[in-house]
């Protein structure tokens, strides 16, 4: 796993990025470290960032924390966006017998219907066009009839008009778990996934973006993980697997290995301006879906083990939101 970051604190005239991986309802531990972040800086993060990249899960809590309320400020806190998984996660994983039955455990269909996602996006985002809000937002989706990753952008004419709401059902549309969606952008529609089959980390992609806008900045970057996945895949239980029983596991691994790539190639760009929060799952479950009392609470320890372990990451990362 990539270093710490040091503990220089000197901002300058430069840009700082917060990104945000994918992972599910594990998306609570980053969203209780922000909300941790933001009691200690006293203000909503996206009034201290330059842009907040996101993906799946990542991606709601980017588009949550960014959202434009009455008077100009930030709607939610990150606190709010924690309730989000603590009191509506049953829903969004939520299937009925049938559905379990007729898709076998998700192998011809899709694990979970959509309609329970859509009401708590609805309800978090309503109509709200993506341009809407407080900071820059990126969110990572892939196209699947154009074959190429996707990327929602709040400065992007074309695409800024899109709402809140769709972008987040995109980009959580992760393969097995929930069916596609199209999104209009324009005259045309995409067929939008998960961005995480390819950037589960956004950190290099929200990256190269700054960099491709102020060339000369100084950019620090802080990334926030959703657990590290420790539960390991035996080579006896492994080596005899096909396609069914390969399919979760390899996305858990393209998922995990895609999320590390990333942090290890931002330590090695970025060095003492990189910032990576993240933890074992060690009482959390890695599963995405795992929505239960008991899990939300193991994942909150683990979130707050985070807080305890990473102090002294969490203080540069705040003293460089508060410059």
Request: net charge neutral.
């Amino acid at each position: 796993m990539p270093r710490s970051a040091s503990r220089s604190t000197k901002r300058r005239d430069g840009k700082v990025i917060l990104c945000i991986d994918g992972g599910g309802i594990r998306g609570l531990i980053p969203a209780l470290v922000l909300a941790e972040i933001e009691r200690t800086i006293g203000r909503p993060i996206a009034q201290s960032v330059d842009l907040i990249a996101g993906t799946s899960t990542g991606g709601i809590l980017a588009l949550g924390l960014a959202k434009r309320g009455n008077g100009g400020k930030p709607e939610f806190s990150a606190s709010d966006l924690a309730d989000l998984y603590r009191s509506r996660g049953k829903e969004i994983f939520r299937r009925s017998l049938w559905q379990g039955v007729s898709s076998v455990g998700g192998v011809l269909d899709e694990q979970y219907p959509h309609d329970g996602l859509e009401r708590v996006l609805e309800h978090y985002f309503g109509d709200q066009p993506l341009s809407d809000v407080t900071t820059r937002v990126m969110v990572a989706t892939y196209d699947i009839q154009n074959r190429e990753p996707f990327f929602f952008k709040s400065w992007r004419r074309d695409r800024n008009a899109v709402t809140m709401r769709d972008v987040a059902r995109a980009t959580s549309a992760a393969p097995t778990y929930f069916e596609p969606t199209v999104v209009r952008i324009g005259d045309a529609g995409r067929a939008l996934i998960d961005g995480g089959v390819f950037a589960n980390n956004p950190t290099m992609c929200a990256y190269a973006e700054i960099r491709r806008d102020s060339p000369s900045a100084e950019v620090k970057a802080i990334s926030l993980g959703t657990g590290e996945l420790i539960r390991p895949i035996s080579y006896s239980e492994a080596k005899c697997w096909g396609r069914a029983q390969w399919m979760l596991p390899a996305l858990s691994c393209i998922f995990d290995g895609v999320s590390d790539s990333v942090s290890y190639q931002m330590e090695q760009i970025l060095g003492e301006n990189f910032v990576r929060l993240q933890i074992d799952l060690k009482l959390g479950s890695d599963d995405m879906d795992d929505a239960t009392d008991g899990n939300l609470a193991n994942l909150t320890s683990d979130a707050k083990r985070l807080i305890t372990t990473h102090k002294s990451d969490i203080e540069t990362a705040c003293a460089w939101l508060s410059k």
